[in-house]
T-cell receptor, first 114, second 112 residues
Framework: ETGVTQTPRHLVMGMTNKKSLKCEQH?????MYWYKQSAKKPLELMFV???????ENNSVPSRFSPECPNSSHLFLHLHTLQPEDSALYLC?????????????FGPGTRLTVT | GIQVEQSPPDLILQEGANSTLRCNFS?????LQWFHQNPWGQLINLFY???GTKQNGRLSATTVATERYSLLYISSSQTTDSGVYFC??????????????FGKGTLLTVNP
């Protein structure tokens, strides 16, 4: 248990569905991240939030919509996804968002888009 | 951006053997982490080691920041060590450089 939880752990959705991924951190950190891990590819950073403010959007399509209501919770809202969006989505947190702080990861949500 | 190269890409060992995994990076860094990704996808923090040497049980790591590489040593390997090992580096250069850049990983298989 790393102090970062994600729900659901597995999700199957159709291309017309709307769903949300949830992440919660219990470490008192100020920064939270969404990463995408596709088969045979390195982890890709999607979004960064620092003190609830989005500080980076790494050219992510608008069908992915993040929300950070407070420093402990992070959501990723999904709508009209494509089959190529099937991947493992990982949430992480760190004390700060400067790139020099140790990041801790949740267990991930394995998403399949049919 | 920073380039991260890990070697070897794949490694097969017999239980009890020792191994060394390498991570080369292309620029100075403030952060270097080693992770183990288990078969269920969980990334487990092994070391936060932007420089120096650390040890944790059968695992140890050394980062030589001036030469831009890090090594992860696994001694007396066990089948539970199987999985993908990632090196990730981060550097703060002002502005919005918030990224941890990951290597492609080393897939380790330890056979009984």
């Amino acid at each position: 248990e790393t102090g970062v939880t994600q729900t659901p752990r597995h999700l199957v959705m159709g291309m017309t569905n709307k769903k949300s991924l949830k992440c919660e951190q219990h470490l008192g950190h100020n920064a939270m991240y969404w990463y995408k891990q596709s088969a045979k590819k390195p982890l890709e950073l999607m979004f960064v939030y620092n003190f609830k403010e989005q500080t980076e959007n790494n050219s992510v399509p608008s069908r992915f919509s993040p929300e950070c209501p407070n420093s402990s919770h992070l959501f990723l809202h999904l709508h009209t996804l494509q089959p190529e969006d099937s991947a493992l989505y990982l949430c992480a947190s760190s004390q700060g968002a400067s790139g020099s702080y140790e990041q801790y990861f949740g267990p991930g949500t394995r998403l399949t888009v049919t | 951006g920073i380039q991260v190269e890990q070697s070897p890409p794949d490694l097969i060992l017999q239980e009890g053997a020792n191994s060394t995994l390498r991570c080369n990076f292309s620029d100075s860094v403030n952060n270097l982490q080693w992770f183990h990704q288990n078969p269920w996808g969980q990334l487990i923090n092994l070391f936060y080691i932007p420089s120096g040497t650390k040890q944790n049980g059968r695992l140890s790591a050394t980062t030589v920041a001036t030469e831009r590489y890090s090594l992860l040593y696994i001694s007396s390997s066990q089948t539970t060590d199987s999985g993908v090992y990632f090196c990730a580096v981060g550097r703060y250069s002002g502005g919005s450089n918030y990224k941890l850049t990951f290597g492609k990983g080393t897939l380790l298989t330890v056979n009984p």
